[in-house]
């Protein structure tokens, strides 16, 4: 959009310029092209006049003192074509000169100047019948030079150029100002948007621009809170739900464990399907929790970014440590990738380690019997080689509540990806699933360092 609108104004600038100066141009040649035609016409009467008044020494001197003083030669001839006074070598036989003498002879208007412009530098020919109607008795042809009326056109023009090239960088610099006035708080409502579309509180300052993009950013600014508080409301609604409905739960835990001796075997089906029902909804209420701590983090952070940093080779060494035994049971072997322990990240140390434990919980449930976990200056990558995951599974894998279909596993919330991708992205990184090289899934893990 800037750029569109800086061409349109800019063309319209130009062509606003060329419109007043190109008038301007061709009115200072055509005054000077008639000044210099006046100029001449004004010397050739005066020297036909004084031809008609006989006066030949007088006429002898004031064409000699003008060739001296002009450099332009003059040629008085009679009606027999003799010539009376001639300057400057001019002479009746001039195949140019010819033609003109006998023209004026026959008192046939002369043709008028053209327009002398800066380059013009070929002399004109002028002519003037000495005589009224059909009595000429000769004829005065003057050859006047345009190299003086040129440079003065020249001079003319260098002054209206250098006007227009000041006006036209008047009218570049007022677009670029008007540009960056209207689009300033577009591309600052385009951000907030953004901002906005990510879960993040955003306001404009509204001070710029038009009264109308004030308005605007106005609106956006009470859109922005109203939605920053109904998401604030929601994960205080879940947080406090969750918390309300632990003590039940955990009061109907001790219940349900106290009546495993009076269970008769009949019903120890149903128990134990009991039992696994509150587990899965202890499951679901810690997953609720920590969403909403997430999301709580992701707010905070918005407002007020964390400086917080750590070692993520060191944070990956010790969640392999951690989760070496819960492997070894599963028989899957945990292995090690390339480990750069110098490498730190914008992150805490807590966070980086809710979110490897997320990932290796799920590599070593579901992830075949080998996972490898690397972390090197580009990312941090857990790659197994189980099922993995299809295109469409891929795109719903960080969806809250969604579970593949093919996991085969009572437990699990489908909060875990979805907690592990919120903390990466609040804190300017990047939570992606992809298909391994062979088999398998890989999940990537960029922060900024």
């Known amino acids: ?11 319209f600038s130009v062509t606003a310029v060329a419109a007043f100066a190109l008038p301007l141009l061709m009115v200072t040649a055509r005054e000077r092209t008639q000044q210099l035609s006046i100029s001449r016409t004004a010397d050739l009467d005066r020297f036909a006049g004084l031809t008609q008044q ?35 070598g001019l002479g009746v036989n001039n195949p140019d000169i010819a033609p003109v003498i006998d023209s004026a002879l026959r008192n046939q208007p002369a043709p008028g100047l053209d327009d002398v412009l800066p380059w013009s530098t070929s002399d ?29 056109v020249a001079g003319g023009w260098a002054v209206i150029l250098a006007g227009a090239f000041a006006a036209l960088v008047g009218c570049v610099l007022l677009t670029l100002v008007l540009a960056r ?51 604030e409301q929601q994960r205080r609604l879940i947080s406090d739900a969750s918390h309300q ?18 269970v008769v075997p009949d019903g120890q089906a149903s128990y134990h399907s009991a039992v696994a029902e509150v587990e899965r909804l202890e499951s679901l209420l810690d997953g ?36 070496s035994v819960a492997a070894a049971d599963a028989d899957v072997s945990l292995r090690y990738g390339d480990i750069d322990a110098s490498l730190e990240v ?18 070593i449930k579901y992830g075949g019997c080998e996972v490898t ?36 596993h009572p437990r699990g919330s489908g909060l875990g990806l979805p907690i592990a991708e919120r903390l990466i992205t609040a804190r300017g990184g990047r939570f992606s699933l992809q298909a391994g090289e062979h088999s398998g899934l890989a999940v990537i893990i960029e922060l900024p360092s």
């Open 245 to 262: 409905l632990r003590n039940p739960l955990a009061a109907l835990r001790l219940r349900v464990d106290s009546l495993a001796p009076r």
């Open 346 to 363: 914008r992150c805490p140390e807590h966070d980086l380690s809710q979110v490897l434990d997320v990932v290796l919980d799920n590599a």
């Open 1 to 11: 959009m800037r750029t569109r609108l800086l061409v349109v104004l800019l063309v």
């Open 181 to 231: 006035w209207v689009l300033r708080p577009l591309a600052e409502l385009s951000r907030g948007l953004g901002a906005v579309a990510a879960g993040q509180l955003a306001h404009l300052r509204g001070r710029d621009g038009p009264r109308e993009l004030r308005e605007l950013a106005s609106s956006f600014n009470r859109m922005s809170d109203a939605v920053s508080s109904a998401a």
């Open 288 to 323: 609720l929790l920590a969403m909403a701590h997430a999301e709580h983090t992701a707010t905070r952070l918005a407002a007020s970014p964390d400086p917080d940093t750590c070692l993520a080779g060191a944070v990956v060494l010790d969640r392999i440590d951690f989760w």
């Open 124 to 152: 004109v020919l002028l002519a003037r019948p000495i005589g009224i109607g059909s009595r000429v008795i000769g004829a005065v042809v003057m050859r006047a030079s345009v190299r003086a009326a040129a440079s003065d």
């Open 373 to 408: 976990v690397s972390c090197t200056t580009a990312a941090i990558t857990v790659v197994d080689n189980g099922p993995g995951l299809s295109a469409t599974e891929l795109a719903l894998a960080t969806t809250r509540f969604w579970r593949s279909p093919r996991a085969g």
């Open 54 to 88: 006989d006066d030949e020494e007088q006429l002898v001197s004031e064409v000699t003192r003008f060739t001296s003083l002009y450099g332009e030669p003059v040629i008085v001839v009679n009606a027999q074509r003799q010539p009376i006074v001639a300057t400057g």
